[in-house]
């Protein structure tokens, strides 16, 4: 087989003509064949420098992908078969990047739950879910998170339910409770623990019962007045949860 051609690719490849067929290779290949001394190769001897080849693309491919951010194991192997390299290349892929500490779980947990206390809302139920979708072991996930001190995970709980209370201006007391507990419950936190802690603050009415009322006045006096207006009211904002004491009272001073 004659090789015709070398052009200098971009990214340090070669493009390697070979009885009119071209082949993009890594510098790596062309170096350690030497295939820049000679003039034709062997069909055996192109299969394995093909094999060598597509070994260096998918390591630094994978190279490329854990520089964006820390990868599992389970991220690593289903980005390469995304790409269409064999299976046989990936495990030498993996053994490669384990060796040369690019791709360490340990690390990895670490290191995520770090980011997932630090930067995110999420609670260690969603947490846990989510390292294992990634392929991590169960036994070592639930080591690492029951090591976290309760005080954390109750910090950051107290800290959501505290600023959606400072942001509400629309919900009745009994509503932005149940959406609070729902949203944290959905984050991956204990219902029970949540109840306790949110329980702790006094959420009230007052604001959003005024912007509220408002609001309703302004739709139903286009079909109501008087009396049977006042009623309508009632009944909208006794659907939205608001307390039926702070309304009575608020309507009385209206």
Do not use: C
Request: neutral net charge; aromatic residues 10%.
């Amino acid at each position: 087989m004659k090789i015709q051609k070398y052009v200098k690719d971009k990214q340090n490849k070669y493009k390697v003509i070979i009885d009119d067929e071209e082949y993009i290779l890594y510098d790596d290949v062309i170096i350690k064949y030497n295939l820049l001394a000679k003039s034709d190769i062997d069909a055996i001897s192109l299969r394995e420098i093909i094999i060598f080849n597509d070994e260096l693309k998918s390591y630094y491919e994978s190279i490329k992908y854990i520089n964006k951010k820390l990868r599992s194991e389970k991220e690593i192997i289903t980005y390469l078969e995304k790409k269409g390299i064999e299976s046989s290349v990936i495990k030498t892929t993996i053994k490669r990047l384990k060796d040369n500490n690019f791709l360490n779980d340990d690390y990895y947990l670490k290191a995520y739950l770090s980011d997932q206390i630090n930067l995110t809302n999420n609670g260690p139920r969603k947490i846990t879910a989510s390292l294992l979708n990634q392929g991590l072991k169960e036994d070592i996930i639930n080591e690492k998170i029951d090591a976290i001190s309760s005080d954390i995970w109750e910090n950051k709980v107290n800290k959501y339910i505290a600023q959606k209370i400072k942001n509400n201006h629309k919900s009745s007391a009994y509503m932005l409770k149940i959406k609070i507990t729902n949203d944290l419950v959905n984050l991956g936190y204990d219902k029970e623990i949540v109840s306790s802690l949110i329980s702790n603050f006094e959420i009230t009415d007052n604001d959003a019962l005024k912007i509220e009322y408002q609001k309703a006045k302004r739709q139903l006096e286009k079909k109501y007045t008087g009396y049977e207006l006042s009623q309508h009211i009632r009944e909208k904002l006794y659907r939205k949860g608001f307390n039926v004491y702070n309304l009575e009272e608020y309507l009385d001073e209206e």
